[in-house]
T-cell receptor, first 109, second 113 residues
Framework: KNEVEQSPQNLTAQEGEFITINCSYS?????LHWLQQHPGGGIVSLFM???GKKKHGRLIATINIQEKHSSLHITASHPRDSAVYIC???????????FGKGTRLSVIA | DAGITQSPRHKVTETGTPVTLRCHQT?????MYWYRQDPGHGLRLIHY???????DKGEVSDGYSVSRSKTEDFLLTLESATSSQTSVYFC????????????FGAGTRLSVL
């Protein structure tokens, strides 16, 4: 079973700071997902990637397949970015996603 | 919520009683999932379905059963609820497993007393 580790577990940042959240996994994958869970509990998908980098607004996700590592970056952070960010991976083969425990981000104005 | 409805949204029940949670989708997606979310754990897969009457177990399936008699509905049943099944339950849907975006329902908060 793929083990997914996220770091840090908790992160507090000042508004405007550049934020990085890391995700590492133990065995080869075919896809990696980043999701966001807001304080109200709803979960939304941010990115799905299998190589390289994707960007959406102030969010950037990168993945290094050889290093088994992905990062989620938030530029010019804002209090509305406060949420839990979750990494999930699909191992090689037709298997369901395995999720990390999440990183809780608080952005203070 | 991408056409996904979970019901009920909140439920309090007693140990030993049966409980059924419903997930309804309007997207006609093939895959449907039930997860539980607990403090200190990531989302954990209970069961999933890859078509009508086609289901498979996930990581934490003990004590749970599922049924999918129609594409749009995926039911999760706790035959005899226990306090360890107190959790937040999420339903999700996707076009295929793992290599397409998953869309999540709003969640059901279940308390077993």
């Amino acid at each position: 079973k793929n083990e997914v580790e996220q770091s840090p577990q908790n992160l507090t940042a000042q508004e405007g700071e550049f934020i990085t959240i890391n995700c590492s996994y133990s065995v080869g994958i075919s896809a990696l997902h980043w999701l966001q869970q807001h304080p109200g509990g709803g979960i939304v998908s941010l990115f799905m990637l299998s190589s390289g980098k994707k960007k959406h607004g102030r969010l950037i996700a990168t993945i290094n397949i050889q290093e088994k590592h992905s990062s989620l970056h938030i530029t010019a952070s804002h209090p509305r970015d406060s949420a839990v960010y979750i990494c999930a991976v699909r191992s090689l083969g037709n298997t369901p996603l395995v999720f990390g425990k999440g990183t809780r981000l608080s952005v203070i104005a | 919520d991408a056409g996904i409805t979970q019901s009920p949204r909140h439920k309090v029940t007693e140990t030993g009683t049966p409980v059924t949670l419903r997930c309804h989708q309007t997207e006609n997606h093939r895959y449907m999932y039930w997860y539980r979310q607990d403090p200190g754990h990531g989302l954990r897969l209970i069961h999933y379905s890859y078509g009508v009457k086609d289901t498979d177990k996930g990581e934490v399936s003990d004590g749970y059963s599922v049924s999918r008699s129609k594409t749009e509905d995926f039911l999760l049943t706790l035959e005899s609820a226990t306090s360890s099944q107190t959790s937040v339950y999420f339903c999700a849907i996707s076009v295929e497993t793992g290599r397409s975006i998953q869309y999540f329902g709003a969640g059901t908060r279940l308390s077993v007393l």
